[in-house]
Nanobody
Framework: QVQLVESGGGLVQAGGSLRLSCAAS????????MGWYRQTPGKQRELVAV???????SYTDSVKGRFTISRDSAKNTAYLQMYSLKPEDTGVYYC?????????????????WGQGTQVTVSS
């Protein structure tokens, strides 16, 4: 079983910064992509940023130039550095990963979600 634990959310004024962390633990062979999603009331969960095991990154248009996703593979941890925060960035941010685990039956793909961390940006 793979667990993701997020931290770093909080309350910040518009224009401020926050850094989210997502640490993966448990029994797995490899982590492929690691991404951050956010959800606001009444809206579907949306992908904010994702990074692959090869280091490629992708962002939703609304955060390009303001957010940076990174990962420390040695620590199995992903980060989301958020600058110039806006009230519309408010939401619960969830970490997500896909990877492989080794079982008695061979390799098995898995997906795991964190519990979410609240980010609130005041105007």
């Amino acid at each position: 079983q793979v667990q993701l634990v997020e931290s770093g959310g909080g309350l910040v004024q518009a224009g401020g910064s926050l850094r989210l962390s997502c640490a993966a633990s448990g029994s797995f062979f490899s982590l492929n992509d690691m991404g951050w999603y956010r959800q606001t009331p009444g809206k579907q969960r949306e992908l904010v940023a994702v990074t692959t095991s090869g280091g490629s990154t992708s962002y939703t248009d609304s955060v390009k130039g303001r957010f940076t996703i990174s990962r420390d593979s040695a620590k199995n941890t992903a980060y989301l550095q958020m600058y110039s925060l806006k009230p519309e960035d408010t939401g619960v941010y969830y970490c997500n990963t896909h990877g492989l685990m080794l079982t008695s039956g061979g390799y098995r793909a898995f997906e795991s979600w964190g519990q979410g961390t609240q980010v609130t940006v005041s105007s």
